[in-house]
């Protein structure tokens, strides 16, 4: 287990849901209520000062639904850890904007396409998809052609036809096979 | 230009207000259609509507090698009112979309439109909730140009087919009409 690993565990041992080994990537999973404090502590004291990246997973019928992702690493690029936190569909997770600025956009970014909300963020709008867009498309129930949307003389969205493409792989299939990406017509 | 006539040529010293044989003699016999078409298709001001990577492309035929300039079509402006064919060279996505529809009503008629590349053409690679499925579904589209992007040489053919389209229009008519219903495919995808 690295040595980062290791302190925040010691430091907060109660919020650390499980930590997880894979091709020397650490990965660390706490509560939601401690993300914030995490995050703190690494940059403060464990000198994994720069935020790489933020991102969200929907794992669809896993309860809770969505998972956050942080990554950080040294200046160097010398040490990387990854930290999760789950959360729950209707529930708010603390930005983390003002300890990284660079934050701001991430979220922004989660929260136009996955519709994850940030207490405390600083501008929580949309930040791709026009403002007044109804949906989150990167959420597993959107179609990946669209839902035609309408808010007269400021923006639409249409259905793109989807004969012959994209390919597409079918995570719950039985067989690699079944599974290969294939053109489904419709998606 | 006085200055620049030699004393022993056969214009005299007051060239200016001579009648000169060589040009003026020659009278040209045309239609009015011809003559207007003629001078609009050698001067197109393209109105560079360049919104992702094709917009490259659309420089780089501006710029020395290709050299746009040849066909009379270097004047681009970023001002839509001084323009007269929408060069649209890249993905239109949804949030963009009215703000290119709505610089397509600021040129003044006459106006053309090129879609340059397969996004503008049809959405491209990009069958997505994000992305127009081709620039015609707002404006009209009189030339389509295929590629990923065109290479500058199929730009300068577009352009090319542009010319030989204005070549074939009653001009003196529309002169006098009211400017025609746009015809668009809209948005019944
Ligand atoms: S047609 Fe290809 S090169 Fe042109 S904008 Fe689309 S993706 Fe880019």
Partial sequence: MSNLVAKIQEHYSDHVISTKEFRDEHTVVIRKEAIKAVMQYCRDHLDLQMLLDICSIDHESIDPRFEMVYELSTIDDSQHIRIKTPVAEDEEVDSVSDIWATADWHEREVYDMMGIKFTDHPNMKRILMWEGYPYYPLRKEFPLAGKPTDMPDVAFTGVAPMEGGPFVTSSSATSTVAAEPRAKGES | ?189
């Fill in chain 2, 1 to 189: 230009m006085v200055s620049s006539v030699p004393e022993n040529s056969e214009n005299t010293a007051n060239s200016d207000f001579v009648y000169d044989s060589k040009v003026e003699g020659n009278i040209i016999f045309t239609q009015v259609d011809a003559a207007i078409n003629w001078m609009r298709k050698n001067s197109l001001w393209p109105m560079p509507m360049g919104l992702a990577c094709c917009a490259i492309e659309l420089m780089a035929t501006a710029s020395a090698r290709f050299d746009i300039s040849r066909f009379g079509a270097e004047v681009m402006r970023f001002s839509p009112r001084q323009a007269d064919v929408m060069i649209v060279s890249g993905t239109v996505t949804y949030k963009m979309a009215l703000a290119v529809k709505r610089v397509w009503d600021q040129m003044p008629e006459p106006k053309w439109c090129i879609a340059m590349g397969a996004c503008a053409s049809s959405g491209g690679m990009y069958r997505s909730y994000a992305t127009l499925q081709g620039i015609d579904r707002l404006i009209p589209v009189d030339v389509y140009i295929s590629g990923c992007p065109p290479r500058p040489e199929a730009l300068i053919e577009g352009l090319l087919r542009l010319q030989r389209k204005i070549d074939t229009e009653s001009s003196t008519r529309e002169l006098k009409a009211e400017p025609a219903e746009e015809v668009v495919k809209g948005l019944g995808i």
